[in-house]
């Protein structure tokens, strides 16, 4: 497969046209700034999580993002009716196990979701997609203590496993679906200086899958848009702070000439 820069601008127009409903079940520490990357974005967000209304939430969505990150009995009930019910309408999950392997509750209440409703995308860092996969590895906190190529062979796993895509945040991104696999090379090093980035890229996963039904370019593509949106906002950057500012408003004034001229070839070695 080979991905074209236009197509990623096509695709970000047709967000920016439609401005598909994600449906987020997310966690607190990032609802402010993932409701804000996906409005700049120019998708739709909205956040519900009590169980008396997720499945009726969902019916009206593009796509469902569920993101563990803050977990409480309550949210796991709304999580699973959600996502039963984005099954039976054949509307795309999109699944971040965040802190999976720190926890054994965390890692099992993953793997209980997962089998109520198979993903379109899981997407996580390395270490969280080691430990959905049964690697014994130890997440850092929510952070990963190992590599995205460390991980290759558990999202190929789990790629086969749930019959999705697994996308594993990186210095360099690793998408795959089992049978192809990408690399997203775009990217600054002040994104893991501020907290929840994983979680925005999740939840652009959720708006570029609303609008192609080609979960692999989709994927790639939304953690492009990612990459190139923090290369962007760390060229006005003065830190972690001022970055979150103009990290919001790369995604919003994004066009197709600053996507081909930050290209770099998913394709690439």
């Not at 775009?186 to 899958?209: D, E, Q, R, S, Y």
Request: aromatic share 4%.
């Amino acid at each position: 497969m080979k991905l074209k820069f236009k197509n990623l601008s096509d695709d970000l127009q047709k967000v920016r046209d439609t401005a598909p409903l994600v449906h987020n079940i997310t966690n607190y520490v990032v609802m402010n700034n993932t409701a804000n990357a996906l409005l700049s974005i120019g998708a739709s967000p909205v956040m519900a999580h009590a169980a008396e209304e997720v499945a009726e939430m969902v019916t009206l969505a593009s796509a469902l993002v569920i993101n563990i990150g803050t977990l409480s009995k309550e949210w796991i009930s709304g999580m699973a009716i959600a996502m039963a019910a984005a099954h039976e309408k054949g509307i795309p999950i999109i699944f971040d196990p965040v802190g999976a392997g720190a926890t054994e509750f965390r890692t099992r209440t993953c793997l209980s979701l997962l089998e109520r409703a198979a993903p379109a995308v899981i997407r996580g860092n390395a270490s969280e997609v080691m430990a959905l996969a049964g690697d014994c590895v130890q997440t850092k906190g929510v952070d990963s203590s190992a590599a995205a190529s460390d991980a290759e062979s558990a999202a190929l796993a789990l790629a086969k496993k749930y019959d999705c895509v697994v996308c594993v945040s990186g210095a360099i991104d690793l998408i795959t679906d089992g049978r192809q696999t990408m690399r997203v090379r775009n990217g600054h090093a002040l994104m893991p200086k501020v907290t929840g980035l994983g979680c925005t890229a999740t939840a652009l996963i959720g708006a570029f899958c609303a609008v192609n039904k080609d979960i692999l370019v989709a994927t790639s593509h939304a953690m492009m848009v990612m990459g190139i949106c923090g290369e962007l906002a760390a060229a006005q950057a003065t830190g972690p702070g001022s970055f979150q500012v103009h990290l919001i408003d790369a995604f919003y004034n994004l066009n197709a000439e600053q996507v081909e001229a930050h290209w770099l070839d998913p394709e690439a070695k």
